[in-house]
């Protein structure tokens, strides 16, 4: 308290007596300059005195027993008190009390207000308080005891009676007999009373009763107060009736939105708008959609809601949400989690940034729900309805509110819709009304339990009513959950017509199904074969259906399917109703033929038999065979695909380290002219070796959608500059203008840096190469395309042109307008290929006007950004650093032990140069080899080849080299060949702390081993 200068000048300038004394012993710690002008005490002796000193020696024992009432209150008042100055005098005062922690003592500091005994003050007051009494929007009382004296005007309004009618009545009179909680009012508000008047003041709720018995609930403030020297109670009552139902309202709708949000069949949440997605609240169905509790995710207190969301689609969900944040919409995104478990789940968000007045982004709120059910129904649904499509049955599929989801094309042409006019639609549009309820329910029930097959009445889109035989199922997912439902049906107009010829005549009968179009049977009980018509004989292969009169069907049939034909009758003499069944025949020319015969029971010639109607459904059948070889063949394809680009990337790039290292030392070494001129031709034939390389493997990796794309706002000048720059020297070694020209420095747009780099490399390489006079001008401009801005990039030459019939040719793999021995100029012809699925990938166009003899102009287009951002700079590259030079090294310590772990001999002699003063190497040509000497010698780094031939991998000599305590920590560089998607995280993964694919170059090699050294390169880096 000492410290504070600012507070000690208030307390001793004060207008007011104050000081402050110790809580237990009242004793004086500290007095100001009108206290001490109060008391009559000097500042060097107040710490002598206690407060009881300067009370009336006859009215000491009282005043201190009035004062200890208060000391132990937070703040406190205590009026009409005699204070006696030492030299004599005495005053009349009220002393406010307040309590006060100063380091570890407890203190109360009091202020001392003198009583002015004015008239015309206290008449001035008095007037004053009487305006306040009756102006105040409180009921105010003064009670004698529990008995009403007086009043103000807002008292009679709160309990609806008159003056004459409340005062000198009992408070308690105006309550009901028992409080809400059960408590006798009379008995409570005596307490309350009571320990008014033993000055601690009362605040309490309180349910009163008006002068008509309505009851009404109220705030109560009971003080002890002294008029005239007489102890009252003044009583404060406020109606709080409007505010306990506007409370219980809102606890209401609190109870109701927990209720909603706790039963909800996924998870609302609000959070930060920040790459953690940081939550600030989150519902009660986060744990059965992520594994983790709500609380995990507050204020990422056990992981970050990001940290869930499956990788690839952690820079696509923040792009789109600022995106729609920044235009003030909402946002609805689709992606995957990994649940605590370990899970992936698809799912679905809708959400909507909140704002503050300002306009500026306080938060997200939105909902969560899982679609990962629907995710692979719908892929499960797909891949049947491409199956089903062609077949001569009327196919359609539904979902399990009988919405319909697909029909094939042979639905479409009997019932006579277009697929558009019945997609969407309830199934119930197809069916006639003349179908019992019974039957339709019997439909549904029997499908969604085993399938179910049987006659029914349909209604063709011209309102013709036909019979048809349908045959239902249900389609599950992997984990057996009911997804769709599919049914299949066969006009069986003709078949009901020989029915009911059957009925009127046998004879008329056999004439009819002897010539339906259908092949049919009549089978006795035993598989006899009765009856067959022509189409059934043709069916297998036989002259006439005489010849198959008197035989066993099953001498038709394969015999793996004797049993399940056997099974089919035995279920026909059981039960009368039409039943299918699928089995193989082997006709006459011993020709396999799948078939579906639809049965039912009948009398003929006058005994129970079978007609069966059969279908030929090899056709079906084929193309389902088709389909699961045909997959299994794509997969076994993009497997050995793999394979292939994996050996021949590895095969490709080791013995381009020779190559090019040996090239580039060459080319520093040599002086001859054309010695350099020699080697740098190899430099050169090398790299477009690897050119082409990477090429092959850009291409393979698009179309196996497995190159991530990494959307950020760039400034598409910087970019084309500095890629445009490159060719410099190029284009001024063949003669060649080379223009850059920019409407504006700070055009921006949401692209991948890389793609457009790479874009921009491609046509500017081309128009090189097939210019020889002249030269290229780039040009970046913005345009407006309707309502969209849009930033465009021309690359146009003078070169020789493209024929009009050749425009398309150019951007298809491995194509040239000159192609095979004619082909007039060097390259892959992937180039411009991957220029358009790089630009196609960033969701732009491109397009290419040309004129043979005069030039071409490629034109790339994207949507622009609405702000520029000159903030931007473009990003250095290692294109634009020199060569390290040994001079680079000098400061590093000298005799650095590194482990070179190599099977081949160029890769290590190249290795040796490009490393020479900067280490010394140590080889060891197997991982075998490599362990033993890892145990004799400590090294400092290790250079690891993955493939290392027979023997153990250079991925297990790194697990095998990680379990020694000393290489715990020690760098691995993964120096390899394999530099396929994917190669590098599962080199890392394994134990390795760096990656470097080959072939690299000295720069590459030495700035690594110098960052490794200097402790200047994280994990993972290069």
Request: glycine share 6%; with cysteine; aromatic share 8%.
């Amino acid at each position: 308290m000492g410290k504070n200068n600012t507070y000690k000048s208030l307390f001793e300038e004060a207008n007011e007596s104050r000081f402050i004394i110790e809580l237990k012993s009242l004793s004086l710690i500290d007095i100001n300059r009108q206290a001490r002008k109060l008391l009559g005490i000097t500042k060097s002796k107040t710490k002598k005195y206690c407060l009881p000193d300067f009370f009336p020696e006859d009215k000491r024992k009282v005043s201190v027993t009035r004062f200890n009432k208060i000391k132990w209150r937070k703040t406190g008042i205590l009026e009409d008190i005699e204070i006696q100055n030492l030299k004599g005098g005495g005053e009349n005062v009220e002393i406010e009390t307040a309590k006060i922690k100063v380091e570890d003592k407890i203190l109360v500091e009091c202020k001392v207000n003198a009583h002015n005994n004015n008239s015309l003050v206290i008449k001035h007051n008095e007037v004053k308080f009487k305006t306040l009494f009756e102006s105040a929007n409180d009921a105010i009382l003064l009670l004698n005891n529990d008995t009403l004296i007086d009043c103000n005007e807002k008292t009679l309004e709160i309990f609806a009676c008159s003056r004459n009618e409340i005062l000198n009545q009992k408070l308690y009179k105006f309550s009901p007999l028992n409080q809400p909680d059960g408590n006798n009012s009379k008995e409570i508000f005596r307490e309350k009373i009571k320990a008014a008047l033993d000055d601690f003041p009362q605040f309490f709720e309180w349910r009163h009763k008006k002068a008509d018995g309505a009851l009404f609930d109220t705030e109560v403030s009971l003080n002890r107060i002294v008029l005239e020297n007489h102890v009252m109670l003044q009583a404060i009552i406020r109606d709080i009736t409007d505010k306990k139902l506007k409370e219980s309202t809102i606890r209401e709708q609190n109870r109701r939105i927990n209720t909603l949000m706790s039963n909800l069949p996924g998870m609302a949440y609000r959070c930060k708008l920040n790459r953690k997605w940081t939550m600030e609240f989150v519902s009660e169905g986060c744990l059965s959609l992520t594994g983790y509790k709500p609380e995990d995710f507050i204020n990422d207190n056990t992981i970050a809601y990001n940290n869930i969301i499956h990788p690839e689609d952690r820079d696509r969900v923040w792009i789109e949400i600022n995106y729609a944040t920044e235009r003030k919409r909402p946002f609805t995104i689709l992606y995957r989690i990994y649940t605590r478990d370990g899970f992936e789940k698809w799912l679905w968000e809708k959400g909507i940034g909140i704002f503050n007045d300002s306009g500026e982004i306080i938060g997200l709120e939105g909902f969560i729900s899982d679609i990962t059910d629907r995710k692979l129904s719908e892929e499960k649904i797909s891949m049947l309805a491409h199956a089903l499509k062609s077949i001569s049955e009327c196919v359609w599929i539904m979902d399990m509110n009988e919405v319909i989801m697909f029909v094939n094309n042979s639905f479409c042409k009997t019932y006579g819709y277009e697929q558009d006019e019945i997609i969407g639609k309830k199934i119930s549009v197809i069916r006639s009304p003349n179908n019992s309820m019974q039957l339709i329910n019997k439909v549904r029930s029997f499908t969604l339990e085993d399938g179910w097959s049987g006659e029914l009445l349909d209604i063709k889109k011209s309102g013709q009513e036909f019979p048809v035989l349908l045959s239902t199922s249900i389609i599950k997912d992997d984990s057996e959950k009911s997804i769709a439902l599919i049914g299949i049906t066969n006009d069986i107009t003709e078949r009901k017509r020989a029915e009911e010829a059957l009925r009127q005549s046998e004879e008329r009968f056999k004439s009819l199904v002897d010539n339906m179009l259908e092949p049919a049977i009549i089978l006795s009980m035993d598989g006899s074969i009765l009856f067959a018509n022509n189409s059934a004989a043709d069916l297998v292969e036989i002259h006439s259906p005489v010849e198959a009169s008197g035989k066993d069907i099953f001498e038709f049939l394969h015999p793996d399917f004797n049993l399940k034909l056997k099974r089919s009758f035995i279920k026909a003499k059981k039960n009368p109703d039409l039943f299918s069944a699928e089995f193989k025949i082997v006709t006459s020319k011993n020709n396999e033929k799948w078939i579906e015969g639809l049965g039912k029971e009948i009398i003929f010639d006058g005994r129970k038999a079978v007609l069966i109607t059969l279908h030929d459904i090899s056709g079906r059948k084929k193309a389902e065979e088709q389909l699961k070889e045909a997959k299994e063949y794509a997969e076994e394809m993009n497997k050995l695909k793999s394979a292939f680009l994996a050996n021949m990337s590895h095969e490709l790039r080791t013995p381009l380290v020779g190559i090019l290292g040996y090239s580039e030392m060459l080319l520093e070494k040599l002086e001859d002219p054309d010695q350099v001129d020699m080697v740098d031709k190899i430099l050169f034939s090398g790299n477009r070796l690897m050119e082409t390389l990477n090429s092959v493997l850009d291409l393979s990796r698009i179309e196996a959608n497995r190159i991530d794309i990494y959307l950020e706002p760039i400034n598409v000048p910087a970019v084309v500059k500095r890629h445009t720059d490159m060719f410099k020297p190029t284009a001024e070694k063949r003669g060649l203008y080379l223009r850059k020209l920019f409407s504006d420095e700070n055009i921006t747009a949401l692209l991948d840096e890389r793609f457009l780099g790479q874009i921009i490399n491609n046509l500017v390489s081309n128009s090189i190469k097939f210019t020889k006079k002249g030269g290229i001008t780039v040009r970046v401009d913005t345009i407006q395309d309707k309502m969209e801005k849009l930033v465009q990039i021309s690359v146009s030459d003078t070169g020789i042109g493209i024929p009009q019939k050749n425009l398309d040719t150019i951007f298809e793999e491995f194509r040239q307008v000159s192609e095979g021995i004619n082909r007039h100029f060097e390259g892959t012809g992937l180039g411009l290929t991957i220029t358009k699925r790089f630009v196609k990938l960033m969701e732009g166009e491109i397009s290419v006007n040309s004129k043979v003899g005069t030039g071409s102009e490629f034109v790339v287009t994207f949507a622009a950004l609405d702000e520029s951002t000159d903030k931007m700079k473009p990003k250095e590259e290692d294109i634009s650093r020199p060569l390290a030079s040994q001079s680079d090294f000098l400061q590093l310590p000298a005799a650095r032990q590194v482990l070179f772990v190599e099977d081949d001999q160029s890769s290590k002699d190249v290795t040796q140069l490009f490393l020479e003063g900067i280490c010394d190497l140590t080889f060891a040509k197997t991982g075998e080899e490599a362990l033993e000497i890892v145990k004799q010698k400590k090294f400092d780094a290790i250079l690891m080849d993955i493939n290392l031939g027979s023997g153990i991998s250079g991925v297990e000599t790194t697990k095998l080299i990680r379990k020694m305590k000393e290489y715990k920590n020690i760098p691995i560089v993964a120096i390899t060949a394999f530099a396929m998607q994917g190669d590098k995280d599962k080199f890392l993964s394994c134990g390795c702390s760096h990656y470097l694919s080959k072939p690299y170059d000295r720069n590459s090699i030495s700035k690594l081993m110098k960052d490794i050294f200097e402790g200047q390169l994280s994990r993972h880096k290069i």
